[in-house]
């Protein structure tokens, strides 16, 4: 599925691609026919494709008459020189005739004959072509006869999944092995598939699985394999651990239980399909506004998320605080009023209005900062005065500063006036010209679009409930959509 989790910390874990290459021979020309082998590395690949992360398009499979000498070692070319890289995994599986000669190992193919050991293939060549496979983990597993004398000491002490490993697990010593019975597993084909099947863990270390598999053989089988690094491979002291396949609603649960930036971009890339994408990219929008913790990233979450973000209400009451510390910051009559203006039930509007009236008797009645809060109703009028505010000097500022803003302030303090049908010509006039500019801004090739998306973002700011509100959000979904998808931001 792409998404694994990190053993060691909550993060995902490896990022490449998990390669098996496994090797069966039932039947041999020059050497006694086995029962299982084939039968063991089928039930093997059918294991770990349907129940851990590997693919079927990453395994290759050599059994019987396929599995020649030329054909082992051209495949261990082939992987040593194909796309395998320092982030990929790579499992390796021969069941077969094993043989010892000189107190050394080989694997038989099954063409050689037994009096031709030239045509056996030597341990130390198999240790050669895996030390030039440059992947993160090699996992090595041997079920033959004196598969034991493939290995070198395993290095003691804790193992990452993050550094490089090299490990070989056999099914025995320096001796025989047996076979399974016909239309049935190995013994120690067994043990392994017993516990990959049984483990219920997200995943399971490679050390436990051995652990487990020679409990179960020393019960069953009275055999004794034995587990090591490959010889002189650069074992960096890592761990394989097998991932199961999860489905994608857990992968999503996981997702939504670590709620970090990275883990949700990583869902977007891998599950672009995935009805969560949406839920998705909420979340990353909002730990990216909630991260910057500024008004204008705030404001752009909730206009973005506007009826369906998951964290609108966190982010409304963000906006209220940090829109409070810039106006108590700033500390005038006209910061304050706005943030009243803004957050009419505001957690700090009552502390804002103290601080208002104190502010405001420190002015003379006159003064420009409270007549310019007056006219841009960001001072309730006054009762007193109610009769005597003159509609038409009103009008006549309103027209004059010729903003939506200023318009909409005028309709609302005078809704009879006789000049509101011209207010709102002039309002729809203005939103009309604004709503252009942006659309041909967004075509434009000298903004990018996070200039192109703030256009959006201002304009909103400027022409609350204007007609062409639905239009530009649309624009501006378009354009955060392209800003994932691109390379243009």
């Given at each position: 599925?792409?998404?694994v989790?990190?053993?060691?910390?909550?993060?995902?874990?490896?990022?490449?691609k998990?390669?098996?290459?496994?090797i069966?021979?039932?039947?041999?020309?020059?050497?006694t026919?086995?029962?299982?082998?084939?039968?063991?590395?089928?039930?093997?690949?059918?294991?770990?494709?349907?129940?851990?992360?590997?693919?079927?398009?990453?395994?290759?499979?050599?059994?019987?008459e396929?599995?020649?000498?030329?054909?082992?070692?051209?495949?261990?070319?082939?992987?040593?020189?194909?796309?395998?890289?320092?982030e990929?995994?790579?499992?390796?599986?021969?069941s077969?005739h094993?043989?010892?000669?000189?107190?050394?190992?080989?694997?038989?193919?099954?063409d050689?004959?037994?009096?031709?050991?030239a045509?056996?293939?030597?341990?130390?060549?198999?240790?050669?072509?895996?030390?030039?496979?440059?992947?993160?983990?090699?996992?090595?597993?041997?079920?033959?006869?004196?598969s034991?004398?493939?290995?070198?000491?395993?290095?003691?002490?804790?193992?990452?999944?993050?550094?490089?490993?090299?490990?070989?697990?056999?099914?025995?010593?320096?001796?025989?092995?047996?076979?399974?019975?016909?239309?049935?597993?190995?013994p120690?084909?067994?043990?392994?598939?017993?516990?990959?099947?049984?483990?219920?863990?997200?995943?399971?270390?490679?050390?436990?699985?051995?652990?487990?598999?020679?409990?179960?053989?020393?019960?069953?089988?009275?055999?004794?394999?034995?587990?090591?690094?490959?010889?002189?491979?650069?074992?960096?002291?890592?761990?394989?651990?097998?991932?199961?396949?999860?489905?994608?609603?857990?992968?999503?649960?996981?997702?939504?239980?670590?709620?970090?930036?990275?883990?949700?971009?990583?869902?977007?890339?891998?599950?672009?399909?995935?009805?969560?994408?949406?839920?998705a990219?909420d979340?990353?929008?909002?730990?990216?506004?909630?991260?910057?913790?500024?008004?204008?990233?705030?404001?752009?979450?909730?206009?973005?998320?506007?009826?369906?973000?998951?964290?609108l209400?966190?982010?409304?009451?963000?906006?209220?605080?940090?829109?409070?510390?810039?106006?108590?910051?700033?500390?005038?009559?006209?910061?304050?009023a706005?943030?009243?203006?803004?957050?009419?039930?505001g957690?700090?509007?009552?502390?804002?209005?103290?601080?208002?009236?104190?502010?405001?008797k420190?002015?003379?009645?006159?003064?420009?900062?409270?007549?310019?809060?007056?006219?841009?109703?960001?001072?309730?009028?006054?009762?007193?005065?109610?009769?005597?505010?003159?509609?038409?000097?009103?009008?006549?500022?309103?027209?004059?500063?010729?903003?939506?803003?200023?318009?909409?302030?005028?309709?609302?303090?005078?809704?009879?006036?006789?000049?509101?049908?011209?207010?709102r010509?002039?309002?729809?006039?203005?939103?009309k010209?604004?709503?252009?500019?942006?659309?041909?801004?967004?075509?434009?090739?000298?903004?990018s679009?996070?200039?192109?998306?703030?256009?959006?973002?201002?304009?909103?700011?400027?022409?609350?409930?204007?007609?062409?509100?639905?239009?530009?959000?649309?624009?501006?979904?378009?354009?955060?959509m392209?800003?994932?998808?691109?390379?243009?931001?």
């Open positions: 599925m792409g998404l989790i990190d053993t060691d910390e909550n993060n995902w874990g490896f990022k490449g998990n390669y098996l290459f496994t069966g021979i039932d039947k041999y020309k020059f050497w026919p086995l029962k299982s082998a084939v039968k063991d590395v089928r039930d093997f690949e059918d294991l770990l494709t349907s129940r851990y992360q590997f693919e079927k398009s990453d395994v290759f499979t050599l059994t019987d396929s599995a020649t000498e030329n054909n082992i070692i051209n495949k261990f070319i082939e992987l040593s020189e194909s796309k395998i890289t320092s990929d995994n790579l499992v390796v599986y021969f077969g094993g043989h010892i000669k000189a107190k050394t190992g080989y694997w038989i193919p099954v050689a004959p037994a009096d031709q050991p045509q056996f293939i030597n341990n130390a060549v198999i240790a050669d072509w895996l030390r030039n496979i440059n992947s993160l983990h090699t996992f090595l597993i041997v079920d033959a006869c004196f034991g004398t493939l290995t070198s000491q395993l290095r003691s002490g804790s193992r990452s999944e993050k550094f490089k490993s090299r490990r070989v697990f056999t099914s025995g010593r320096a001796e025989v092995v047996p076979d399974g019975r016909v239309g049935e597993n190995s120690f084909a067994k043990g392994l598939l017993l516990t990959l099947r049984q483990n219920t863990q997200p995943f399971i270390f490679v050390s436990r699985l051995i652990t487990d598999v020679k409990e179960y053989l020393s019960r069953e089988a009275k055999q004794e394999p034995m587990d090591a690094s490959i010889v002189n491979a650069e074992d960096e002291g890592g761990e394989f651990l097998f991932h199961l396949k999860i489905s994608e609603e857990e992968v999503w649960a996981t997702v939504v239980k670590l709620h970090g930036k990275d883990v949700y971009q990583k869902f977007i890339d891998d599950f672009s399909k995935s009805p969560h994408v949406s839920e990219r979340a990353l929008d909002w730990l990216t506004a909630e991260g910057a913790n500024t008004i204008q990233t705030l404001t752009a979450y909730i206009i973005d998320h506007v009826g369906d973000g998951k964290f209400e966190q982010a409304k009451e963000r906006l209220d605080e940090v829109t409070w510390l810039d106006a108590k910051k700033v500390n005038t009559l006209l910061s304050l706005e943030y009243v203006r803004q957050f009419p039930n957690k700090f509007v009552v502390e804002a209005k103290q601080a208002m009236t104190m502010l405001a420190k002015l003379s009645p006159g003064s420009k900062e409270i007549e310019e809060a007056k006219e841009r109703a960001l001072l309730p009028p006054d009762p007193a005065m109610a009769n005597t505010v003159n509609p038409s000097e009103s009008w006549e500022k309103a027209n004059a500063t010729n903003t939506f803003l200023s318009l909409l302030d005028f309709i609302q303090r005078f809704p009879t006036s006789e000049h509101v049908p011209e207010a010509s002039i309002m729809k006039r203005l939103d010209f604004a709503t252009n500019k942006i659309m041909l801004a967004v075509s434009s090739k000298d903004l679009c996070n200039e192109k998306i703030q256009m959006c973002i201002d304009y909103f700011r400027d022409y609350p409930g204007a007609e062409n509100n639905d239009i530009i959000k649309k624009l501006k979904n378009r354009l955060l392209e800003r994932y998808t691109t390379s243009d931001c």
